[in-house]
């Protein structure tokens, strides 16, 4: 079946790790983005990706950082300078300016 | 700048009600994308609709139908006759090759 795949669906991290949210999609999208939902808000986009080895910041990518060395995936790693990790983090793909397809996202706790 | 508003926060409606979604957007480009999506309590985006910026027609998806009007900026959103399993948030976005996510509308329908 074809869509986006976010692993794990809950994650936890100790203060000061660095974690990789994993995005997987076989829709054979172009663009792919990370967005972080706190509770009761919207979605906060982090990076987005318009074409493989490129990637621009979103709103509020301080403290993440990412990779598109495959078309398929777009990894996230929450880095220890992200002071307040804790969130819903949602992986998305599309193409070009159509709709985007989402994963069922990870849910990152520290502890 | 705020790209998507949403400026209802929450809705709440008793069954068989009709609701409707208020969405306003800002862009500069002529050609984009609007869309809704619905996320229930399990946190998966459901994509809804899609609408590019040439075509204002109006559509009705059974008890969904949506109101785009470029002349406003809005894309509009109503569910006539609601039942409780509409109950979610409802997010209008904007893709103008960065998809951008207005804070969303909790719709609460009581039976």
């Known amino acids: 079946d074809g869509g986006i795949t976010q692993s794990p669906k809950y994650l936890f991290r100790k203060e000061g790790q660095n974690v990789t949210l994993s995005c997987e999609q076989n829709?054979?999208?172009?663009?792919m983005y990370w967005y972080r939902q706190d509770p009761g808000q919207g979605l906060r986009l982090i990076y987005y990706?318009?074409?493989?080895?490129?990637?621009q910041k979103g709103d509020i990518a301080e403290g993440y950082s990412v990779s598109r060395e495959k078309k398929e995936s777009f990894p996230l790693t929450v880095t220890s300078a992200q002071k307040n990790p804790t969130a819903f983090y949602l992986c998305?793909?599309?193409?070009?300016?159509?709709?985007?397809?989402f994963g069922q996202g990870t849910r990152l706790t520290v502890v | 700048a705020q790209k998507v508003t949403q400026a209802q926060t929450e809705i709440s409606v008793v069954e068989k009600e009709d609701v409707t979604l208020d969405c306003v957007y800002e862009?500069?480009?002529?050609?984009?994308?609007l869309f809704w999506y619905k996320q229930p309590p399990s946190g998966e985006l459901v994509f809804l609709i899609r609408?590019?910026?040439?075509?204002?027609q109006n559509e009705i998806s059974g008890r969904y139908s949506w109101n785009f009007q470029k002349s406003t900026s809005s894309f509009n959103f109503t569910i006539t006759a609601s039942q409780v399993v509409d109950s979610a948030v409802y997010f209008c976005?904007?893709?103008?090759?960065?998809?951008?996510f207005g804070a969303g509308t909790t719709v609460t329908v009581r039976a």
């Open positions: 998305a793909s599309s193409i070009g300016t159509g709709g985007a397809f």
């Open positions: 862009t500069r480009d002529t050609t984009y994308y």
């Open positions: 990706s318009q074409i493989v080895n490129d990637f």
């Open positions: 609408r590019n910026s040439f075509d204002e």
């Open positions: 976005a904007l893709n103008d090759y960065k998809l951008s």
């Open positions: 829709l054979n999208h172009d663009a």
